[in-house]
Each structure stands twice: as C-alpha cells, then as structure tokens.
C-alpha cells in the first residue's frame, strides 16, 4: 500500500529533524541557522511526513516581492517518491499568498533537475572555497560595523543583491556584532562582511565590495580572524577578483551551486557580491 505524503509547518520542535537531515547531507548549518528561519519566516517552513514518519524540510523567506526557498532535505530511504517536489511546490505556492514575484534558490546538482521542472532556471554559478584560514594584510583598513551604520549597510546589500535583506542583516548583526567589518572612504561605505558561525566550518559572508581593493581587504580580515580553523566561502563565479583572491590564498574548490530565479529577473550585480550568506538567502 502506497504511504501517503503529508506537508505541515515547521516549529521549533522539529529542528532535531532539520540537524539529523542537514547532517546526513553534510551540510554546514547549524541549530542557531534553523531557529533564524524560523524567526524570519515562521509560518512558511516546512516538513513532510511520510506515512506519519517526518522524512522532509524546506524553509522559505520573504523580502518584499522576492523569495527565498532553502533547506529542501529528504532523509535518503525516502527519496526518489517525489517528495522533494511536493515540498518546493508546498514551498512556492505559499510564496504566490505572500505575493512574492521572484524566487530564487541555490541549487545543489542532486537538486537542480527538481527545479528546473518546476519552470526555475539558471543564472549564475557559485563555487564553496574551503580551506584552512590564515592572517594576512589587506589593502585597506576595515572598520567595525556599528549598528548606526546598519541601514548604509543594507542599502549596499541591496545595490549588489537587488533585494532588500536588511532584517537578515540585522539579525546577522545582533548575533555576531564582532564578526562584522565595513571598508569606509570618507563616510562612504565601499564593503561589508560578515562572519557566521557552522557545524564543519566558519561561514565567510555575506560580503559585498564595491571595487576589488574593499573586497580583498575585508576578506584578508576574515582570514585573520578565523586563523588556523576552517573556513567556507560561497563565491559567484562572475566575480573574477574574488575567485583569483581565493585561489591565492590557498583555498580550493569543494563544491558548486547553480543560481536560479524563476518568475521576474531582478538583475543582481555577482560581480559586487564577494560571499554569499550561504545557499540558504543568498
């Protein structure tokens, strides 16, 4: 007898589900990661049940008309019924309720032929640089990032990302104000970079520069603060001086993820974004 798929919404109660599948997959979220979903968006983060049984997660969130899906894990005895396509379908539909008109996603390759017959395509690509982290000097000097300068923040965020993710920085920012750097000219703001804490490795980003020379320093910086530990940073591929700084730095390339929009193009600049926040909000 066929098992039935159930989808319901996800609660604090349900994050041991998320670790055991992020872990399975080898991820790098951590429980703090999963308890921010939740916060930024309670009401569209999802489980599947299969035959009573939580098997499935997706989370979602909204910025404005632009949306988020992240976190499609299926536990890998129930794989291959389909239920990561309910999930990401369940995912979109409540998305359209939100009047959400773009969404976008990373997409891992076991992922990206789920997605792509759900009518999403490809932008651009990302590469996971990896590697264990080492001080070094950068071009310019960085400068703490204050709360008065949150807004100037975001606004850059929003320049290079054309979306508008100002309450993720914040929490960002609450979380970890001392892992969190600006490149400043005068009183102009030229780069941000955050750090953010993971099960394998630190998180490198999100980080935005405006020329190569912020850019360089403000993840020379992050190099320096997570010495001798491992590190991760999700890099565009269109970002040329980001990916040469990687590689001279002694990182290697772990893994690769597809961009992918579906709905209206919103016309994001790769080659500002110098780390992605992760997979999970771009």
């Known amino acids: 007898m066929e098992r039935m798929i159930r989808l319901r919404r996800m609660t604090g109660d349900d994050v041991p589900l998320g670790m055991r599948l992020k872990d399975q997959a080898g991820w790098n979220q951590t429980e703090a990661d999963w ?3 939740l916060d930024l968006e309670p009401e569209g983060c999802f489980v599947a049940e299969l035959g009573g049984r939580p098997v499935g997660t997706t989370t979602t969130c909204v910025f404005d008309a632009v949306g988020w899906i992240a976190m499609v894990l299926v536990d890998e005895p129930a794989r291959h019924q389909g239920i990561g396509t309910r999930l990401v379908s369940h995912a979109l539909e409540y998305l359209k309720c939100r009047g959400v008109r773009t969404v976008r996603l990373d997409a891992t390759p076991l992922g990206r032929p789920v997605y ?3 009518g999403f395509a490809a932008e651009y690509g990302l590469a996971r640089w990896q590697g264990t982290a080492a001080g070094a000097a950068g071009d310019q000097p960085v400068v703490d990032a204050s709360p008065d300068r949150l807004d100037a923040l975001a606004e850059l965020d929003r320049h290079a990302t054309a979306t508008d993710r100002r309450r993720f920085l914040a929490r960002l920012l609450e979380a970890r104000p001392d892992d969190a750097r600006l490149v400043l000219a005068g009183e102009a703001l030229l780069g941000y970079l955050m750090l953010r804490g993971g099960s394998l490795a630190t998180q490198v980003g999100p980080a935005v520069a405006v ?3 912020a850019g360089r320093a403000l993840a020379d910086w992050a190099l320096g603060r997570c010495a001798g530990g491992p590190v991760f940073l ?3 591929c269109d970002n040329a001086p980001a990916t040469r ?4 730095r002694g ?11 579906r709905g209206r193009a919103i016309g994001d600049q790769p080659a500002c974004i110098w780390a992605s926040s992760g997979p999970e909000k771009g």
């Open 211 to 213: 020329c190569p020379e």
């Open 116 to 118: 792509e017959r759900l």
């Open 234 to 236: 999700d890099v565009p």
């Open 251 to 261: 990182l290697t390339i772990q893994r690769r993820f597809t961009r992918m929009g």
């Open 35 to 37: 308890r921010r979903f």
């Open 245 to 248: 700084w990687a590689a001279s």
